[in-house]
Each structure stands twice: as structure tokens, then as C-alpha cells.
């Protein structure tokens, strides 16, 4: 079955960098596209970051772009999301999702890793 | 990009019908047919219940519907059972390979 564990999440002082991982299984990983979502404690979803399959193409939403980078190692099955620059707002639980429809929606997710950043 | 809006909560008792509606604008929900919906229980991850604003995917019941018009997309769920208490997230293609969530929506079953 299609599974997703995140990791790398922890506390972290704000303008520091942190990179979260998130290995796959279950399914063949260089066909699918991935996305990072986020939530902040107690907030809604917010959509990240996508990667295409073989890490050709990414995309992030405007509050991250220049600070975080997704990217993906398909020999370890893994996506990976790079993010420096950390700010309060950027406290949230980051979820890993695989792409269903080409950048169109998330059918499977991870149980997610809880990032905090301190000032 | 800005949040979809949906209503903070909305209740409903067993064996009713709910709806739970998500207005965005044309350069998200109204410019495209790629709407879904995820049911996420407290403490869980999101599941994924509608894409393509009306389709389920393979396990969800058919008692979770999806509908649109104009800019507002709207989850119907009829036959209300104390496990859908849950919250309900919308969420939309933005254009450029973006994709924006509805605040979420606190489904309360009585």
C-alpha cells in the first residue's frame, strides 16, 4: 500500500534552514508527481510546493519562493523540501502528498512532521 | 493567490443532509473543472473525497457529492453519520501548476 513518512521537523531558531524528507513506498515514485502542504497549529491547509516526476518542473506558492526549495532523489524514493530563511509563520505541520491529475489534486499523504520555528 | 472561502462550521443531524460551500473566483474555481474536497479528522492527515468537482474516488461513499457553478463549488453530504464529523477542506487549480485550499469548514454532526 501507498505509504508516506515525513521526517526532519523539529525547533528551529528563526533565520535558520531545516530540510525535510519524505520517503515513499508502495508505488512506483518516478512516475508521480509530489507536493509539500502545510498547517498552521490550529489553521487551514496551505499548498507548498510541487515537483514532477523526474524533478524537471517546480513550483512554489508565492510566501515561500526564494526560501524553500523542493526537490527529489528517485534512486531513494524520496521528496525533499529545503527551507531556509525560517520565519515564525512558516510553524506548521508540512504533509507530503503524491500528485493525482498532473498538479490537480493530493490521494495520498503522510501522517506529517511538525515544524516550529522560534524568535 | 488568495484562500478559498468556506463557512467556518456547519452542523447537521444524523441521517440529514449538510452542504458546505467554497466560493473562490474565475481565476480558480470559475476557470476550472479541477475542484476537490478532503475530509481531515483532528490530529489526522487529510483524505482525499471529490476531485474533478463531482467524482469520488475508489472507497468514499456515495453519500459524499460534488457540485459547481459560477465561482462557488459546494460538498453535499446526505445521510449523515456521526464519523463524518470531521473538517472539510476545498480546494481549486489556481493556473501555473498552483492549487489553493478553502479555509476549512468544522463539521459538526448533532
Known amino acids: 500500500q501507498v505509504q508516506l513518512v515525513e521526517s526532519g521537523g523539529g525547533v528551529v531558531q528563526s533565520g535558520r534552514s531545516l530540510r525535510l524528507s519524505c520517503a515513499a513506498s508502495?508505488?512506483?515514485?518516478?512516475?508521480?508527481?509530489m507536493h509539500w502542504v502545510r498547517q498552521a497549529p490550529g489553521k487551514g491547509l496551505e499548498w507548498v510546493a510541487v515537483?514532477?516526476?523526474?524533478?524537471?518542473?517546480?513550483y512554489h506558492v508565492d510566501s515561500v519562493e526564494g526560501r524553500f526549495t523542493i526537490s527529489r532523489d528517485n534512486s531513494k524514493n524520496t521528496l525533499y523540501l529545503q527551507m531556509n530563511s525560517l520565519r515564525a509563520e512558516d510553524t506548521a505541520v508540512y504533509y507530503c502528498?503524491?500528485?493525482?491529475?498532473?498538479?490537480?489534486?493530493?490521494?495520498?499523504w503522510g501522517q506529517g512532521t511538525l515544524v516550529t520555528v522560534s524568535s | 493567490q488568495s484562500a478559498l472561502t468556506q463557512p467556518r462550521s456547519v452542523s447537521g443531524s444524523p441521517g440529514q443532509s449538510v452542504t458546505i460551500s467554497c466560493t473562490g473566483t474565475?481565476?480558480?474555481?470559475?476557470?476550472?473543472?479541477?475542484v476537490s474536497w478532503y475530509q481531515q479528522h483532528p490530529g489526522k492527515a487529510p483524505k482525499f473525497m471529490i476531485y474533478?468537482?463531482?467524482k469520488r474516488p475508489s472507497g468514499v461513499p456515495d453519500r459524499f457529492s460534488g457540485s459547481k457553478s459560477g465561482n462557488t463549488a459546494s460538498l453535499t453530504i446526505s445521510g449523515l453519520q456521526a464519523e463524518d464529523e470531521a473538517d472539510y477542506y476545498c480546494?481549486?487549480?489556481?493556473?501555473?501548476?498552483?492549487?489553493?485550499f478553502g479555509g476549512g469548514t468544522k463539521l459538526t454532526v448533532l
Open positions: 515537483i514532477a516526476h523526474d524533478g524537471s518542473s517546480k
Open positions: 474565475s481565476s480558480d474555481i470559475g476557470g476550472y473543472n479541477y
Open positions: 502528498a503524491r500528485d493525482f491529475g498532473a498538479v490537480r489534486y493530493f490521494d495520498f
Open positions: 480546494c481549486s487549480y489556481g493556473g501555473t501548476n498552483t492549487l489553493v
Open positions: 474533478d468537482v463531482n
Open positions: 508502495g508505488f512506483t515514485f518516478n512516475i508521480y508527481g
